[in-house]
């Protein structure tokens, strides 16, 4: 499956929206379409978009200077028809090969009743350095993860 990543065009921002509004975990942590609108839209951050065959399949948000100056990954979603075929994986790869030039570290976090998600990081090397409990959802967390990239 050839998967070609390029920065988001408006539309595809507007989809990008849709696509995370419409999906968990955005949805249990109470994200909205306005919300997800507002960030797909912020000049602040990147937004690429994942292709087969020039159809969208997947998006992810990055902020350059997230955590203490270091890239941030602020959200990735797959839509449901491709999930479980790679497509996470390759936007992931991605990000750490857009900032390896010029950083040394990449962030992100995930909820801590998003099991696959926090597999799927695991996986490619990213560990756990912290726990914000109770920090959107009383009973859960928000579990951040740190990968050296060079």
Same mark, same amino acid.
């Given at each position: 499956?050839?998967?070609?990543?390029?920065?988001a065009? *408006?539309?595809?921002?507007?989809?990008a929206?849709?696509q995370?509004?419409?999906?968990? @975990?955005?949805? !249990?942590? *109470?994200a909205?379409?306005?919300?997800?609108?507002?960030?797909?839209?912020? @000049?602040?951050?990147?937004?690429?978009?994942?292709h087969?065959?020039?159809? @969208?399949?997947?998006?992810?948000i990055l902020?350059?200077?997230?955590?203490?100056g270091?890239? &941030?990954?602020?959200?990735?979603?797959?839509?449901?028809? &491709? !999930? *479980? =075929?790679?497509?996470? /994986?390759?936007?992931? =790869?991605?990000?750490?090969? &857009?900032?390896?030039?010029?950083? !040394?570290?990449f962030?992100?976090?995930?909820?801590?009743?998003n099991?696959?998600a !926090?597999?799927? &990081?695991?996986?490619?090397?990213f560990?756990?350095?912290?726990?914000?409990?109770?920090?959107i959802?009383?009973?859960?967390s928000?579990?951040?993860?740190y /990968?050296r990239l060079r």
């Open positions: 499956m050839n998967i070609e990543i390029s920065p065009s *408006g539309t595809e921002r507007d989809w929206a849709h995370l509004a419409g999906t968990d @975990p955005w949805i !249990r942590l *109470g909205t379409l306005e919300t997800c609108n507002q960030v797909c839209h912020d @000049p602040e951050y990147l937004v690429f978009i994942a087969i065959e020039n159809v @969208p399949c997947g998006a992810m902020d350059p200077r997230g955590l203490a270091s890239p &941030y990954l602020k959200s990735i979603v797959v839509d449901a028809e &491709y !999930r *479980g =075929s790679g497509i996470g /994986k390759r936007l992931l =790869s991605f990000a750490e090969e &857009y900032f390896r030039a010029y950083s !040394r570290h962030f992100l976090c995930v909820s801590s009743f099991y696959r !926090r597999r799927l &990081y695991e996986s490619i090397g560990n756990k350095v912290g726990e914000f409990s109770d920090y959802i009383d009973g859960e928000e579990i951040l993860l /990968k």
